[in-house]
């Protein structure tokens, strides 16, 4: 098979394309096709250095994908031709691939409604948005959110999710980002270069930040006091209240079919449609790179094997 392969950490350029045997499934594991994988903020990270988890090198990047199950382990309860999609565990090898293994067990049937990239573009986006939203603030119908970082890749499924549930939403992002933003169903969109989100919110229920570091603070001064913050863009623990007012959470994004197959049904069900999308090859993951480590991808980036 053929992979975008990290041999050592460094810069877009690290990446480079190589040729491995298939992997071959183990019990309770399925060999599949990839027809779409996306790239996420986390992959420029793992590249650099930066991530929490250690891989061995050479690695292979990328954590969602879309794609065909062409081969079955002992007891995977799945069937060889399903249309699948899943994020990979972070410990193991990634989907900058032509093929990978998964447990059948965290991968799920592909939304009905979109195409391979679109699910690949929705995969891990839309399931830390989930989990974030729905499992971690439990945004309630008419609450007021925001979302930092409205335009990337998780905080669209974020708006999305919040206008879908039935919350005012306000997010951030530049303004050349704003009819995006309300294409997504935002309410209020918010320019972070010249606002002061304490002053121009205070009310909020609820924070979604995608984005961490200097948003940490307007995230916290946004919140009404008993209001609720998430984080996924500030490391792995929850950073400590600017207040003593308002929680911080850290969302726990564990993969499992269970919650591929909510992403599916909110995406069949109408609640998400696919972000904006480019696509590329493979073989131009270190032009992908660049741009998503940039910090100003609008939606998704999608590499095609
Ligand atoms: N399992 C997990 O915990 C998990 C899973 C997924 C992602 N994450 C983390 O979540 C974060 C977001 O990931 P992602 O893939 O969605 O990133 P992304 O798509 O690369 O984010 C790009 C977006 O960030 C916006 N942005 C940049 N600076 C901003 C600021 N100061 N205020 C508001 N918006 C800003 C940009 O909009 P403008 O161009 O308008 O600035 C752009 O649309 C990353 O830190 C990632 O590592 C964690």
Sequence with gaps: MRVMELAEHGGPEVLKLAERPDPVPGAGQVLIEIRAASVNAADWKVR????????????????????????????????????????????????????????????????????????????????????????????????????????????????????????????????????????????QPIDYRDADLGQVLGDRDAVFDCVGGDTVASSFAALRPGGRAAFVGSGGTAPEPTRADVTSLRPAVGRSRARMARVAELADAGAWKPPVIETMPLTEAVKAHALSEAGHVRGKIVLIP
Excluded at 79 to 104: H, K, L, N
Excluded at 121 to 132: F, K, N, P
Aim: overall charge negative; aromatic content about 4%.
């Design 48 to 187: 650099r250095g930066k991530s929490l988890q250690q891989h061995v090198l050479p690695h292979v990047l990328g954590r969602d994908f879309s794609g065909v199950v062409i081969g079955l382990g002992e007891g995977a309860d799945l069937a060889i031709g399903d249309e699948v999609f899943g994020v990979c565990p972070q410990e193991t090898e990634g989907a900058y691939a032509s093929r990978i293994v998964m447990d059948a067990g965290l991968v799920a049937l592909k939304p009905r409604s979109l195409s391979h990239v679109e699910t690949a573009a929705i995969a891990l986006a839309g399931l830390t948005a989930m989990v974030a939203i729905e499992d971690t603030l439990g945004l309630k119908p008419g609450e007021n959110l925001l979302v930092q970082g409205g335009a990337g890749g998780v905080g669209g499924m974020a708006v999305q999710l919040g206008h879908y549930i039935g919350a005012k939403v306000a997010a951030t992002a530049r303004s050349d980002n704003h009819d995006y933003l309300r294409g997504l169903g935002a309410d």
